[in-house]
């Protein structure tokens, strides 16, 4: 297999019309000022050494020297095998919660930040197991699908706000029920959900889709973020300036508390583990070094192809060619003469 590691270096070989063009431009000028200073029929007798066809033998091997350097910078590579590397992993759904309430700041921050810093730290850990990311409110959206493709993760990450999900509420059960549907069934790799949430559940079916999850041999683990005393829930404006807090339609000042009954009822069924959120611990990294016990299971096979750097296939080439150029004077040669217009 061939390949070029920098292709977009290629595009640089656009400009060698350009640099063709110059070079013509360059000699049909030195023509015309030959012509000012004297008659094309005395050029002969002013310059009777000087060879025309050295000219464009010269321009030829500068320009050709120019084209294998652009491709020597492109640095082609030639496949020299391919093997087939086991994808061996666990395979875990990570539930974030971004309901308005995940904007309160008893953990700093703010409730939702914490967790993306969380989730963010555990996805730079990662090694060969999958992680997807489910959002939800009033319901619930994979943000991105199980991968492996751990930029990509990041990237869908820095994107979720309390805006993703439009619908307000808490529906933790639609978003496990999405989760346990979303792993591939067919793979028998150990399956894990994670729920980061203040715990406020306003949609039922809990019970349902945590039996339906043990079924699946899917254990639940929980984050619960908040004080469960709580705590209001400030509004900013355009300029990131807090304007007030949130109100109902009374216009008393909405208080959100963590509901840890509802959090450990989950993972207590869901065999899993309850944790509370704090300012200070990283208790996604915690649950993921419980899930590292668990045996990773191969979940599929890719074939990577190792590749060798052949870029002085041209560099050399180039520089010989330079130095030829180099040496190439202006004077008639005899081996030209048959080919030069005396």
Known sequence: MFRFAHSEIL???????????????????????????????????????????????????????????????????????????????????????????????????????????????????????????????????????????????????????????????????????????????????????????????????????IEEANNLGVKIYAIGLGSPQGVPIPIYNNSGQQTGYKKDRNGTTVLTRLDETTLEEITSKGNGKYYRGSNTDNELEMIYNDLASLEGKEFGATKITEYEDRYYYFLLPAILILLFELFINDSKSKWLKKFENV
């Open 11 to 209: 595009y640089a070989l656009y400009l060698v019309p350009l640099v063709i063009f110059l070079i013509w431009y360059s000699v049909r000028n030195q023509k015309k000022l030959l012509e000012k200073f004297a008659n094309t029929k005395l050029h002969h007798v002013l310059f009777p050494n000087k060879s025309r066809l050295k000219i464009f033998i010269k321009s030829g091997l500068i320009i050709l020297s120019i084209v294998l350097l652009t491709l020597s910078l492109a640095n082609p590579q030639i496949g020299s095998k391919i093997e087939e590397v086991k994808q061996v992993g666990i395979d875990v759904f990570i539930l974030l919660d971004v309901s308005l309430s995940m904007k309160a700041e008893d953990i700093k921050p703010s409730r939702l930040e914490k967790a993306k810093h969380e989730i963010s730290k555990l996805i730079q850990k990662l090694h060969g197991d999958r992680i997807g990311l489910i959002v939800f409110s009033g319901n619930a959206f994979i943000q991105f699908p199980l991968t492996t493709d751990y930029s990509a993760a990041n990237l869908f990450l820095s994107a979720v706000s309390v805006k993703s999900v439009p619908q307000p509420g808490t529906a933790i059960g639609p978003a496990i029920k999405l989760a346990f549907n979303s792993f591939k069934k067919d793979e028998e790799t150990q399956k894990a959900i994670v729920v980061i949430t203040d715990g406020e559940d306003h949609e039922g079916e809990l019970n349902t889709v």
